[in-house]
T-cell receptor
Framework: AQSVTQLGSHVSVSEGALVLLRCNYSSSVPPYLFWYVQYPNQGLQLLLKYTTGATLVKGINGFEAEFKKSETSFHLTKPSAHMSDAAEYFCAVSFTGFQKLVFGTGTRLLVSP | NAGVTQTPKFQVLKTGQSMTLQCAQDMNHNSMYWYRQDPGMGLRLIYYSASEGTTDKGEVPNGYNVSRLNKREFSLRLESAAPSQTSVYFC?????????????FGSGTQLSVL
């Protein structure tokens, strides 16, 4: 069965520091990979997605992620954290066929001054 | 731009009561979804509708029913609420059914069942 694992339910960084949120997937077929962000009291919104082609994907708000097939990973990074990045981040995967996302358990990013 | 609108935002029920969560989208999307979000479990799909007139079960459908009233609206009904259904419920929509489609989410309904 396909699944998504996010390492670390909470990640704390200082403003200006590198952000790294980890995501690994399990799949027997080529996946489509997504990162969604949820700000407090809001719904989820898409940060970026990988479908095919270039393995380094750039998203909104300076975030990017790299698809590494050999490591079955899709880690999310941002060079310099901002206070406004504090939110919960969800990695998700889907597969060819109907659009039914499988979400990870989420990682809450805390940014301190 | 409204996007996906959910009502109500908050609801408290007693065990055994029924209620319907409403969802409407104004983006002319074909597909709509209901998810529940629980701490430490991410989002889990309850039901989805690939197009007007069709509905299908997701990962956790027990205790729920849905109605795709028209292309815009997709409601979720709890016939006899249980404490295990305490959760945050999200409605989402997408333009098509391709696996790489972006989902658009509503702002959620926080439901407590006592």
């Amino acid at each position: 069965a396909q699944s998504v694992t996010q390492l670390g339910s909470h990640v704390s960084v200082s403003e200006g520091a590198l952000v790294l949120l980890r995501c690994n997937y399990s799949s027997s077929v080529p996946p489509y990979l997504f990162w969604y962000v949820q700000y407090p009291n809001q719904g989820l919104q898409l940060l970026l997605k990988y479908t095919t082609g270039a393995t380094l994907v750039k998203g909104i708000n300076g975030f990017e992620a790299e698809f590494k097939k050999s490591e079955t990973s899709f880690h999310l990074t941002k060079p310099s954290a901002h206070m406004s990045d504090a939110a919960e981040y969800f990695c998700a995967v889907s597969f060819t066929g109907f659009q039914k996302l499988v979400f990870g358990t989420g990682t809450r990013l805390l940014v301190s001054p | 731009n409204a996007g996906v609108t959910q009502t109500p935002k908050f609801q408290v029920l007693k065990t055994g009561q029924s209620m319907t969560l409403q969802c409407a989208q104004d983006m002319n999307h074909n597909s709509m979804y209901w998810y529940r979000q629980d701490p430490g479990m991410g989002l889990r799909l309850i039901y989805y509708s690939a197009s007007e007139g069709t509905t299908d079960k997701g990962e956790v459908p027990n205790g729920y029913n849905v109605s795709r009233l028209n292309k815009r609206e997709f409601s979720l009904r709890l016939e006899s609420a249980a404490p295990s259904q305490t959760s945050v419920y999200f409605c989402a929509s997408s333009g098509g059914t391709s696996a790489n489609e972006k989902l658009f989410f509503g702002s959620g309904t926080q439901l407590s069942v006592l």
